[in-house]
């Protein structure tokens, strides 16, 4: 499985951004995908993550309310909406993806992409 994010950028504090993660190979085996990210000089930490049918979705207690994650089954991708952005938000933002398959565990992740907030 590859995934590739797309979205990231530079905006102002109180703006907004989408990300995408676009999933191609066995996407069968995925399960759960999320987004996390990491600071410089923090440790990767989870944003957000949802189920394979959309139904349960997760979020940091930093991002709840401003962010949303939805994913797309049939196009093989995976959104987070991010608004009322904060200069804390500025991160790389890494897609992740995780499944089994006859008895494999499988744990993917994207090259990351950069969100920077001004302030």
């Known amino acids: 499985v590859q995934l590739v994010e797309s979205g990231g950028g530079l905006v102002q504090a109180g703006g907004s951004l989408r990300l995408s993660c676009a999933a191609s190979?066995?996407?069968?085996?995925?399960?759960?995908m999320g987004w996390y990210r990491q600071a410089p000089g923090k440790q990767r930490e989870l944003v957000a993550e949802?189920?394979?049918?959309?139904?349960?979705?997760n979020y940091a207690n930093s991002v709840k309310g401003r962010f949303t994650i939805s994913r797309d089954n049939p196009k093989n991708t995976m959104y987070l909406q991010m608004n009322s952005l904060k200069p804390e938000d500025t991160a790389v933002y890494y897609c992740n993806a995780v499944g089994d398959y006859d008895f494999i565990q499988y744990d993917y992740w994207g090259q990351g992409t950069q969100v920077t907030v001004s302030s």
């Open positions: 949802i189920t394979n049918g959309g139904g349960s979705a």
């Open positions: 190979g066995s996407t069968f085996v995925i399960n759960t």
